[in-house]
């Protein structure tokens, strides 16, 4: 395929004896969607952090939009167009949601102005021509938290907090997001709900998304590709109606249990 | 510039104790100056606050402002105080500017000691040299301000007026800073420094931008300090100094741009009234204000008013 935005080549990561990353060899087309299954400590993570610069890999590349980010630090990739969400959302805590989204447009628009010290807030931001608050605000209504508007974040429910966090990593327009289990610690019912929002929220642009998800029924229904990691590598990268059901994937991460039949249900 | 409404306050406070400083008694003028000098002080240090960073060595640049502008007087025959000011603020900005590309890379206790061991250094510098008076300082020459020779009878009006000109832009150049995205993520990395880092955001610029600017403000005060006091000397780089400082910016709190400077009157009264009952143990009501402060308002004298303005409202 010849519109292939990131390519991780060999990547190998290990933690004393124990190997994260066992030669991860991965194309993404831009605009596609990934869905990141493994057990814990499979290397889903690892992935995501050599990807976004948290963690250096011991040998092999990371190359997006033709240039060799491995060895670059997490802003100066975010920067380039890659930001991320956390598993467990990392949010401004004594501010409010508000606060929060003003803080990240706040950043894009130091970029924008070369980290001018006489940026204001009240001025449009040059690529949007919007004003902070007014992205902020658009953003509260875009991810459906509009009446959290004024809470502090440390007060925030779980669900809320998530949604908070992939607002603020959608702020700088990624070409590609990455997703730290968007879904975990949040009700089975709200499961849903959230992440067809994201879902939909983050394609309006066609942002390649890349999504860490332990939910079989929440990867096949939003994924297009399934990268399943066991033990440092990858064990399938298929459609997800065939790599859920490939016997390695039922035997290590899906189990027995998760009939196949129930995939594409929802 | 932010015209924001409790600057103009301030403002009016200003004018309305120039225009009655003939019947202000001569020691409450200059106990007014130096909570002036040391309120701009705090003023940069509270700027750290908000990052949450303590620095231990703020005198460091209260020192280095003063005795550039002393030593520009002194042995450059430069007295015009405009001109002292704005070396003063030059030289302790390049100082901070220089020492941040180390300090901005520390966070928490080592950001605090690393602070204070500069300001130390300092002292022990001046202390050795000889030629800058070591222990005694020197005298500073008269000033004149925008060609002025102040009379004696004047002079503290004069100074005083300087003083509260630099405050008034200082508080709007800050209080504008905080207002803009760059003074947003200041508080924003004191919550979540690796968050702001993974939206694109350099936290050690950031803080190395606010450390020269917190370096300037306190220049700017340690010039004011020497031109009010007409003498320096090393002590307003020791510890003891930075202490005071932080002292302040608890009292005053970290709440309004205005807070500092409130706070450093407050501490120049409490300073003045102990210091007058009780020479020898001063330190103690000063210890006794702090435990006072920190138990019933944790937030500085500051919150006062927003309690004060809520119940209204």
Not at chain 1, 164 to 181: C, G, Q, T, Y
Not at chain 2, 232 to 243: A, H, K, L, N, Q
Request: glycine content about 10%; aromatic content about 10%; charged content about 15%.
């Amino acid at each position: 395929m010849s519109n292939v935005i990131l390519h991780a080549e060999g990547l190998n990561k290990s933690f004393g004896a124990v190997t994260a990353a066992a030669n991860i060899n991965v194309e993404v087309q831009q605009g596609s969607v990934l869905g990141l299954i493994g057990t814990n400590g499979a290397g889903k993570t690892t992935f995501v952090n050599m990807i976004t610069g948290y963690l250096k890999p011991d040998s092999g590349k990371v190359i997006f939009g033709g240039r060799d980010i491995t060895r670059l630090a997490p802003r100066e990739i975010t920067k380039l167009g890659i930001c991320r969400s956390f598993q467990i959302p990392q949010l401004y805590n004594s501010m409010t949601a508000l606060e929060n989204l003003e803080v990240s447009y706040g950043i894009v628009s130091l970029m924008e102005n070369n980290g001018s010290l006489f940026t204001k807030t009240n001025a449009p931001i040059p690529s949007y021509g919007k004003t902070i608050r007014l992205l902020a605000e658009e953003a509260l209504e875009k991810f459906g938290l509009t009446q959290y508007r004024d809470k502090t974040a440390r007060v925030l429910p779980g669900g809320v907090r998530k949604l908070l966090d992939i607002a603020m990593a959608m702020s700088v327009r990624p070409k590609i997001l990455l997703l730290d289990e968007p879904t975990s610690g949040v009700s089975a019912e709200e499961k849903f709900d959230i992440m067809d929002m994201v879902m939909k929220a983050v394609r309006q642009g066609n942002t390649t998304v890349m999504f860490v998800e332990h939910d079989m029924d929440i990867v096949s229904r939003h994924a297009e590709r399934v990268l399943a990691f066991y033990s440092g590598e990858i064990i399938a990268d298929e459609a997800p109606e065939i790599a859920l059901r490939d016997p390695r994937v039922i035997k290590y991460i899906v189990g027995e249990n998760h009939s196949p039949a129930h995939q594409g249900e929802h | 510039m932010n015209f924001d409404k409790s600057i103009v306050r301030l403002a009016i406070v200003f004018i309305g104790i120039l225009l009655l400083s003939g019947f202000i008694p001569q020691w409450a003028m200059f106990m007014l100056t130096i909570a002036c000098a040391n309120g701009m002080a705090v003023l940069g240090l509270m700027l750290f606050l908000r990052a949450g960073l303590v620095s231990f060595g703020q005198a460091l640049f209260f020192c280095t402002g003063a005795y550039a502008a002393g030593l520009l007087a002194l042995k450059f025959d430069i007295t015009e105080m405009t001109v002292l000011i704005i070396v003063s603020g030059i030289a302790s900005g390049f100082m901070a500017y220089i020492l941040g590309f180390l300090l901005a890379k520390y966070r928490g206790i080592f950001f605090g000691l690393l602070s204070l061991a500069f300001s130390m250094i300092l002292y022990g510098l001046l202390v050795k040299t000889e030629a800058l008076g070591s222990t005694d300082g020197f005298n500073v020459p008269a000033v004149t301000i925008f060609g002025w020779l102040p009379d004696l009878s004047v002079v503290r009006v004069a100074v005083l007026g300087m003083a509260f000109l630099i405050i008034l832009l200082s508080v709007s150049f800050v209080n504008m800073l905080l207002k803009s995205p760059r003074g947003l993520l200041l508080t924003a990395i004191r919550d979540n420094e690796i968050r702001a880092e993974y939206m694109g955001a350099s936290a050690q610029k950031t803080i190395h931008l606010f450390y020269v600017i917190s370096g300037v403000l306190a220049g700017l005060g340690g010039a004011i300090a020497a031109v009010a006091v007409g003498h320096i000397d090393p002590t307003m780089s020791f510890w003891t100094t930075s202490g005071e400082m932080i002292f302040i910016a608890i009292l005053g709190g970290t709440g309004s741009v205005i807070a500092p400077f409130i706070g450093a009157l407050v501490f120049g009264i409490i300073h003045t009234i102990a210091f007058s009952y009780s020479p020898n143990t001063w330190q103690m009501v000063i210890g006794l204000s702090l435990i006072f402060v920190i138990l019933l308002l944790p937030n500085g004298l500051w919150s006062l008013r927003e309690k004060f303005g809520k119940r209204k409202s």
